[in-house]
Every structure is written in structure tokens, then in C-alpha cells.
């Protein structure tokens, strides 16, 4: 090998990046001590970005594709090194890979409870968890803001500030949904979707957003879920007392069809004992249930008249004593009503006696 032979190794030609990490966000390139020769390929691939700095300045970006590195496409870069005439002499700058694809494996989880305000239930406290996916959109405000010089950057090292972060808007988005408790499960696709937009336009100042959102699961506390069970039990079996005596018919069935056995005697008396009581439990009345109001009015009775040889009527007490007060019913009008034998003059009911209390009678014949 040469002396040139020799000095061409220490300059890199090909600068690419083959990512198999999966959690990679921004890779350096290795440059070592090695220059790079102008004319250099540069490889860019499809989910990629690469971006030059000098002397922790940012410079050019190169999107995906093959390039070959010249002052024609390095006019940043070509500024800061001061070629005003051309270069093409080996020049040293960092080359940073970021990647753009999504990436999907970030988990989130609230640690403690979230506390909201419910119709329903009232203070309820909620644990949610879920997934979503990160995009790098502005690959200068990433190397800016969060990686620096970090020469591999990866998911893990931002994953805690952003599980604080949603967590930190979790409460105010199920809160802004006005989405009773028991509704969440309906909706929780709309609040991911709302989550992720607030989420990606906060994030914007550090070149990432959050394509994706997902929640997956929204619970209550243990013992709030027992008692939900147990209300959704007692809605399923509907007439507790109907449902008591099917299982105590069950176990008098049981209890005939478990015959013999050295225990057979002691057995039949606990029996006996128990169909008794099973037998008291079904024929025991079932109490009504409480009334949800007071009782409805008693019913009136309806009363009938004959007024002009026609039937008229039926009237409530109150509308027969307009009638009587009117002059349409008199004392000797026949009236009748259910439980009567027959229709009967007004005056001589008992019941109707204090309608024509302040009626006076028909004046006696003019001689």
C-alpha cells in the first residue's frame, strides 16, 4: 500500500446509516478522527433525515436520497467553513441520522388517580392507560431542544417527560368531554383523538408530535367496580323474591334426589329442616316495594241523569252539582249510579242531599 493509498483510508467517502435498534431516534455518524472527502456520497433513506453541524451549529439537511457532497449543496455549511471560492479539500463536521418514521411502542399510565367531577356519582377517581406513536416533524428543533450532543438518542430517554406530560392533560380532556362515567368506554376514541392534537401542538416547540393517541382502558376504583357489579347483578336477576323461591325450589330438589349414605338419618333432618324453611320462604307473601310517591286519588263515583227523557252524563259529584246549580238537574230528576237497583229521584239519594241545600224548592202553584 502507498503512501496516497494510505492517506485516501483516513477519509470517508460513503456516509449512511442502517438502523436495526428500533428505538432509535438520532444516530451520529462515527467520524472519529476521519475527514470527509468532498464528493462524498451521502445515502439518506426513506424515514430518514440527516443533518450536518459545524462546531455545534446547526447547517444543511438532506432528505431522503443519494447525494454527492458538494459546495453546491452544502451552501450553510459552505458559509460557516468560509468557502467563498470553492473547496475541495477533506473538511470535519458532525452528520446526525434522525428518524422520521413513527414509532409506536411508547406506553402511558397514570401512577396516581385522576379526580373528576361526575353527574352520576359525584367525586370519582379514575386510572387510565394506554399507547401512542411519536413522529420527529422538525428534525433542527429536536437536535436543538432535547438530543444535543448525544451521539444515540433514543426513545427511553424521553419517554418519562412524555407519560408526565399526558397525564399533566389527562384530567382537563375527560374533564372538558362532559362524558358521564359510564359513558367514557363510548368515547374513547374521540378523547384520544382531541388528546392527540393538544398533545402534538405542545410539543411542536421541540419538533415531535404525537400522530396517534390511544386509550385503551379507563377504571374506577376496586371497591366503586364492586358495587357496580353488584347493582348490574340485581338488574339482571329483576324480582328478587321470584328469583328466592326458584332457588329454594332448586335446593328442596336437591335435597330429595341426595339419598343414602352413612349420614342418611342426620341428612333427612337437616332436610326436613330446611324444606320447612324453604317452604315458609315461598309461601310467605312478597312485600310490595316501597311506594315511589304518594298513593293515586281514589276513584269517584260516576252519576247518570235524566234530563228530558235523555241519559245524560257520566258526571263526577263536583260536575253533578254544577248541573243542580244550573237548573239543568232538579230534586226530582231520576239519577243513578254504579251499585243502585234503580234509577231514583235526586232528592231522595242521601248522598246528594247537600247539593240542594242551597237550592230552594220549586215555588207552590198561584191561586
Known sequence: MGLWDKVRGEFIDIIEWLDDSRDTIVWRFPRYQNEIKMGAKLVVRESQTAVFVNEGQVADVFTPGTHTLQTQNLPILSTLKGWKYGFDSPWKAEVYFVN??????????????VMMRDAEFGMVR????????????????????????????????????????IVGHLGSALAAAQVPVLDLAAQQLVIGQKLAGVLSEELSGYGVQIPK??????????????????????????????????????????AANNQGGAGEGFGLGLGM??????AAAINQPSAAPPPAGPPPLPQQDQW?????????????????????RSGAIGRTTLVWKNGMAAWTPAEQVAELGSLFAAVPPPLPPQG
Open 100 to 113: 422520521t418514521r413513527q414509532f409506536t411502542d411508547f406506553k402511558w399510565g397514570t401512577q396516581n388517580p
Open 126 to 165: 379514575l386510572r387510565a392507560f394506554g399507547a401512542y406513536s411519536l413522529r420527529v416533524v422538525d428534525p433542527e428543533k429536536l437536535l436543538r431542544e432535547l438530543v444535543g450532543t448525544d451521539p444515540q438518542f433514543r426513545t427511553e430517554e424521553v419517554q418519562e417527560f412524555l407519560r408526565q406530560l
Open 213 to 254: 393517541f390511544i386509550i385503551e382502558n379507563i377504571s374506577l376504583p376496586p371497591e366503586v367496580e364492586e358495587a357496580l357489579d353488584k347493582r348490574t347483578s340485581m338488574g339482571v336477576l329483576g324480582n328478587l323474591d321470584q328469583y328466592t323461591k326458584f332457588q329454594a325450589a332448586n335446593a328442596m330438589e336437591d
Open 273 to 278: 329442616a330446611a324444606g320447612q324453611r324453604m
Open 304 to 324: 247518570f241523569a235524566g234530563v228530558n227523557g235523555t241519559q245524560a252524563g257520566p258526571f263526577d259529584l263536583n260536575a253533578l252539582a254544577a248541573q243542580v
